[in-house]
C-alpha cells in the first residue's frame, strides 16, 4: 500500500517523481501528492484519485526545485482526499508516510496543547509537527528528524523534506519497505526497486529500524540509537524489468496469459524435466528430520497454501498447520523443535507474513519462504527461499504469482515424498512428468477465453455468487469468489461442496449463479451429488470439467466450460485460468477498474 519516491537531483525533480509514482500504481492509492524545495522554499501540489489528476494539477501549476519527494496514498486515517493527501506540512517540514502511526492521537493532543494546527485527518501530520518543534528548539533538521523519530511508535516507512536545505531528504523504516537507490552525484529514496528503474539499478535496503540522511554525495544510515551502521550496497534485478501492458487492456489479462511461460520457468527451477526427478536445490530444512510444517500466508497466498497443505500430507504424509497470518501470531501456537515454517508472500513485505515469521524466528525453527521479490525483506530474514519466477506482477489481485506458488508447492510435495520415503523414484517421476505438462494444458485452457467471456456477461447482471469444490478443488473455489469480489464487487463466496447443506443451500433460487469446480479425481462423484441438490431447487450451474465430467455429470447446467483432461496434481494449477478469466472479463463488463480495485493495495505493509 501507499508508495514513497524522494529525488536529490541535478534538474527539475517533480515531472521525475510522478513517472516514478507510475510505477508504484499497483500497490493501489487513492490520492497522490509531490513537494519541492526551490529557492529555499517549500511548496507542493497533492490531487484526489488518479496520478493523472495530479498530472493535469503540475501541468498548470508548475513545481520547480532539484530535491523532492512523492506519494501515493491509500488511505487508513481520513477519507480519501486532497486535505488528507500527503505531503504534510508544518513550518518548515514536509512529510509522506507509509503505514500507521500507532500513538498519534496521544501525539497529536500533546502538540495540540502546544498550538500547533492540524489541517488533517491523518496520522502522518504529527510527524510533521514533531520534526517542526525540535527544529524551533533549535536542532539543525537532522538530528530534528531522529529526535521526532525516537518518539513514534507504530509502522512506517518516512520521507522528510527541509524548507531551506536542497541537498537532504531524511528516511526512516520500521516495517514498510525503504530503498536508497545510488547514482551519480543524484540521490534517491523509493518504496521498492521498482519505482528507482528509471534511475538506477544500484540499491541500498534499509533494515527494520534503520533512518537514513540522504544527500548528492551519498548517505548516511543510522540506527535508532543514532549509531552508523552499514548496508550492503547491491544490484537490483527488480529494476531491469520494465513493465507494460503490451497489446492488453489490462496488467491482469497480461498477466493470465503469461502463466503457461512463468509456470514452466518456476517448475523448471526445481525440477529436472528431462530425468523426471527433483533438482538439489537448497533447503533450509530437511524434510525427513521434520514432524510438522507450519504454513501461514494471507490473501491468495493463503490459499495456495491451503492447497499445499493437500499436496504435502497427501504425497509426503507430513502433517501441516495453516494459518491466515493475522491470525497465526496471536494464537501462540506451540513450536517444537522437530517443525519447520513457510512462508508465502507475492512481495516479501506483507506486513501480517513478516511479523508471522518472526514469531517463529523468535522460536528458534527452521524458517522458509516462498516469494516473487528475492530481495524483499521476508526474504533477508528467512533462512532459505524458495523464489517464484513470475516476474513482476502489477495488478492487485494475483494471477501468475499463484500459479506460481501452486508449482513450488507442488515440487516441494514431491521433493518432501522423495526424502520422506512415502514415494518412491519411480512415483515421483510420475509427477514429474505430469508436472512439466502444466505450461501445456495453462494454453489450452486460455482458448477457452471466448466461452468463459460468454459466462461472465451472464454473471455481471448478478448480486451473488457461489464457488463450490471439494478437495483441493475447494481452496480453488475460495479463491475464484475472492477475485470476483475483489475486481468486479460482485458479491461472492466459496464453499467446500460438502457443507452445502450445512448453511449454503439456503440461498439456493432461481437467481442464483452456482460455479462448480469439479476435475475428474477421487471426489468427483460426491461433487455431482451436491451439484444436483443445487440443480433440484433451480440453482443456475456454471461447470468447470473436462469432457468426461461434463458426460457423467448429466445435468442441465447453465454453461459448462470443458477443460481438457488432466493429471489429478495438475488440476489445482491449471483450473486457476479459468476461475481467474471468469472474475476478469464479468469486471471488464461491469467496468471497474481492473488492475487497481477500489479499496485495495497490491503490498499490504501493515497490518
Known sequence: MC??????????V???????????????????????????????????????????RLRSQPLGGFVGIGHTRWATHGVPNETNAHPHFSQDVAVVHNGIIENFAELREELSAEGFVFASQTDTEVVAHLVARELRRGLRPQDAAFAALRRLQGAFALAILFRGDEDLIIGARNGPPLAVGHGNGEMYLGSDAIALAPFTDSI???????????????????????????RQRQQSVGTSLLVDKGNHRHFME????EQPEVIAHTLAHYLDFASGGVKNFETPFDFAAIDRLAVSACGTAYLAGLIGKYWFERYARLPVDIDIASEFRY??????????????????????????LRYCRSAGIPIASIVNVRDSTMARESDGIFPTLAGPEIGVASTKAFTCQLSIFAALAVR???????????????????????????AQALKLEGRIEKVARALSQVRHVLYLGRDTSYPLALEGALKLKEISYIHAEGYAAGELKHGPIALIDEQMPVVVIAPQDRVFDKTVSNM??????????????????????????????VMPKMPELLAPIVYALPVQMLAYHTAVVMGTDVDQPRNLAKSVTVE
Open 3 to 12: 508508495g514513497i519516491v524522494g529525488i536529490v537531483g541535478r534538474t527539475p
Open 14 to 56: 517533480a515531472p521525475l517523481i510522478v513517472d516514478a509514482l507510475k510505477r508504484l500504481e499497483y500497490r493501489g492509492y487513492d490520492s497522490a501528492g509531490v513537494a519541492t524545495v526551490e529557492n529555499g522554499q517549500l511548496d507542493r501540489r497533492r490531487a484526489e484519485g488518479k496520478l493523472v489528476n495530479l498530472e493535469e
Open 204 to 230: 541500498t535496503y534499509l533494515d527494520d529500524g534503520d533512518w537514513v540522511a540522504v544527500r548528492r554525495s551519498g548517505v548516511e544510515i543510522f540506527d535508532m540509537e543514532g549509531r552508523r551502521v552499514e
Open 254 to 257: 497480461k498477466e493470465i496469459h
Open 331 to 356: 494464537r501462540e501456537m506451540p513450536l517444537s523443535q522437530k517443525s519447520a515454517a513457510l512462508f508465502v508472500s507475492q512481495s516479501g513485505e506483507t506486513a501480517d507474513t513478516l511479523a508471522s
Open 416 to 442: 518432501a515424498g522423495l526424502e520422506r520415503g512415502t514415494l518412491s523414484r519411480e512415483q515421483a517421476a510420475d509427477f514429474v512428468r505430469a508436472l512439466s505438462e502444466a505450461p501445456r494444458y495453462a
Open 532 to 561: 444436483q441438490e443445487v440443480s433440484a431447487r433451480g440453482g443456475r450451474i456454471v461447470l468447470i470439467t473436462d469432457e468426461e465430467g461434463a458426460a457423467r455429470a448429466s445435468l442441465d447446467c447453465f454453461e459448462t466450460i
